[in-house]
DNA sequence: CTTAATCGTTGACTTTATCAAGAGTTTAAG
DNA sequence: CTTAAACTCTTGATAAAGTCAACGATTAAG
């Protein structure tokens, strides 16, 4: 019972029965790969990708982060984070200063056309979330963000 | 109120309320960079990775993929799934055979080494799942699974 | 039979990931 | 105070992963 002979039946569902669609591991790695090539989409217009927009969003946020705060919380090397932040700041769009307390930090912080273009690119994003989770109630999105946050951040 | 002079907080609690952490598709990424890499060491005395680990699982899943497919259900290029196979091959543990009813297609079976392996392997990932997932209650597990799957293989 | 489409494969190219080392700064030990 | 160790950003080298066009073999359509 394998395949069923005469009916058409497209790759998805044909695995849909397999051990591996049942692993987190897998369906996270799926979802995250559909979602950032659609939120890359989206972000195209704007010369950004999911890269640049978070570093971006953390740079807005108020927080002042360093750029090793920057590399621990996006799960980067802090060596990819300075090609990041050259960009932007190369745009315009964040500054890097130095940290008084610690002159070894660099804080960076956007500026005021960073805000603005993180206003619109905050826009495209949660319009690519939206698509996502088309299938999901109101309350369904907000236990899966519960349910994601407690393993993303787990002590 | 963004920081609390005298007290020390680590990295992460610092930015948990930033609009970022709030996001579905930082939060998948998040997830999964850090499965991933948790998955990565307890596959690496099999040598195998998430990767090849995943090929395998679905050759050893008597669902009889073509290169097409698992291209499709791991959302890889057609031509990322050739090295893979490759190295597989080369290892004895699948084995390529021409598609009878299609002869361009051709299918991925894992031979009895590959699924000697596969066993191995699939509890080398379920562990580390549950490390993963400490913080879930069961009931929560099985939600998560869910939700994910609807998002993962949203129509 | 001819044309168009599909599958695996190759190759070129860009992006991302990993890792070691260096310059400047801070912290800790003596 | 001074010296050594640890930390941050940066650079550079190298490997891995992602993207895309094209080709031979095969199949499907007209």
């Keep these: 019972m394998a395949t069923k002979p005469g ?4 790759t998805i569902d044909r ?19 559909l979602g950032s ?4 989409k989206l972000l ?6 999911v890269r640049s927009y978070s570093v971006l969003s953390l ?17 980067l090397d802090p060596s990819q984070i300075v090609p990041l932040v050259d ?12 940290d008084p307390n610690d002159r070894r930090s660099k804080v ?8 603005q273009l993180y206003t619109k690119a905050r826009k495209a994003t949660a319009e690519g979330e939206a698509v996502a989770m088309t299938n999901l109630s109101k309350a369904e999105q907000e236990t ?4 994601l946050s407690r393993i993303a951040f787990r002590d």
Tied chains: 1, 2.
């Design 144 to 147: 899966l963000r519960d349910l």
């Design 59 to 75: 740079a807005c946020s108020g927080l002042a982060p360093t750029q090793r705060e920057l590399a621990e919380f996006l799960s």
């Design 44 to 49: 195209e217009p704007l010369d950004l990708k």
């Design 108 to 115: 960076i912080t956007g500026t005021t056309s960073g805000e």
């Design 15 to 33: 695995f849909l029965s397999s051990e591996l669609a049942g692993e987190i591991e897998f369906l996270t790695a799926r979802t995250r790969s």
């Design 7 to 10: 009916t058409t039946m497209n």
């Design 37 to 40: 090539a659609r939120a890359n």
């Design 87 to 98: 960009q932007l700041e190369g745009r315009g769009l964040v500054e890097r200063t130095a």
